[in-house]
């Protein structure tokens, strides 16, 4: 495409609802990230006198554009509800701030860039129901990119998570590369990262969020994943699974380090013991299902880590979805494998790095390189995520806040 086609509609009127929408439309879940400059609250703006305001900022070269002070919001829903997504996108206008092709008829006037393999599934139902265009960015090139921004530019994005202990981390910008990027969705890739677009996707797995979902819809009949992870929250994955001490009469395997708690076999006991399905409890099903599924994920990563040499890993993917008992058990599992050398790193906004990488890509299309560079986090803001609103991070690893930010406009 002739990047001179391209412009961003709108953005100079400080007084108009400006949004840039983005997407990742995955196999399982579909992932929003838009700015706004109106955050409805004239009061936060008195108080704040900058957010949804505009001042003058100097680009590259000799151009100067106004820059507009608003928020990033994060949003998700389930693929196989995509009609709600649509419905949010046009209640919210939201597609009204996408990029305009100059000249083009109106049915395919607004652009909205989207990532993910629904981008080309879903294509036609979004400028049918919409009247929008789905530009279509690499899926890889948009995880790592988001990744990269949320390191450099959010404060305490990062954080350790063992033993029921949160501890954030502090990013050495100078020192961040390489790392790898494990990012959980449906399946699972793992990706050495090495710059900015700069990386490779060296390993991966089938055993993923997916997988999760799949089996424990099978199994416990549940009708949702978050239903599904709180159900786990309930239960105890030693009714169903074979540890180390029911092998060793209840004592440690100490000559190589096994303590008669690990986990010898996944859903072991099921073997041995005279029960149906139906004689277990469902909790107790989805708790071992998320542990045999974290262990598989975190003992695979660490391992890639090795392999690359790399000090540095950061989980990312709405499998996590700041659940404690996940995060325990992939930070445990990767300690275990490196001996306590490295550490897993989980992120705030771990489900959203494709859609903030897509939401990046709009500066080639009319937004000066700056824009991006320029998006900095004043401080956590409360956020519309599908129906509800959720409130400012304050303890909860599974709320999305919003970022105040700033962008250039074209």
């Known amino acids: 495409m002739d990047l001179g086609e391209f412009q961003i509609p709108g953005n100079s009127d400080p007084n108009q609802k400006t949004s840039h929408l983005s997407l990742d439309i995955g196999g399982s879940l579909i992932k929003l990230v838009y700015f706004s400059t109106n955050d409805g609250d004239d009061d936060d703006d008195d108080e704040l006198g900058r957010s949804g305001k505009e001042s003058v900022g100097v680009s590259n070269g000799n151009r100067s554009f106004p820059v507009l002070k608003g928020r990033l919001h994060f949003s998700k829903f389930e693929t196989r509800k995509i009609n709600d997504c649509l419905d ?61 921004f949320l390191l450099k530019a959010v404060h305490q994005e990062a954080f350790t998570y063992l033993d029921g202990k949160k501890e954030f981390v502090q990013i050495d910008h100078n020192d961040l590369y390489p790392y790898l990027l494990v990012n959980i969705g449906s399946g699972v890739s793992m990706i050495k990262v090495e ?66 708690t690990t986990i010898a076999s996944s859903f072991g006991k099921a073997i ?17 299902l998320l542990r045999m599924i974290s262990n598989n994920i975190g003992q695979i990563a660490y391992l890639n880590a090795l392999r690359f040499g790399l000090k540095r890993i950061f989980f990312g993917g709405f499998f996590i979805r700041g659940h404690a008992y996940t995060m325990d058990t992939i930070a445990v599992a990767v300690d275990f494998w490196s001996k306590g050398e ?16 897509a939401f990046m890509s709009y500066e080639k299309h009319g937004l000066d390189d700056s824009m991006i560079h320029h998006l900095t986090q004043k401080f956590p803001m409360s956020s519309l995520v599908g129906d509800k609103i959720c409130s400012p991070l304050n303890g909860e690893l599974n709320d999305n806040e919003s970022i105040e930010c700033s962008v250039y406009a074209s």
């Open 88 to 148: 949010f996108i046009q209640t919210q206008r939201l597609h009204i701030g996408g990029c305009q092709r100059l000249g083009a008829l109106p049915i395919e006037k607004t652009i909205i860039k989207a990532t993910g393999g629904g981008a080309y599934k879903y294509a036609d139902l979004f400028k049918e129901k919409l009247g929008i265009c789905l530009d279509k960015e690499d899926e890889m090139d948009c995880l790592v990119a988001g990744a990269n």
């Open 195 to 260: 710059g900015d677009g700069k990386f490779e996707r060296v390993s991966g797995t089938n055993v993923g969020g997916g997988t999760f979902w799949g089996l424990g819809r099978l199994l416990t009949k549940c009708k949702s994943f978050d239903e599904l992870l709180e159900l786990s929250h309930q239960g105890n994955n030693r009714v169903i699974d074979m540890l180390v001490g029911d092998i060793y009469g209840g004592t440690d395997y100490s000559k190589v380090g096994l303590s008669s």
């Open 272 to 288: 041995s013991d005279k029960k149906e399905l139906q004689d277990y409890q469902p909790e107790d099903i989805a708790r071992s």
């Open 342 to 357: 490295a550490k897993a790193m989980f992120l705030r906004h771990e489900g959203f790095l494709g859609a903030l990488g």
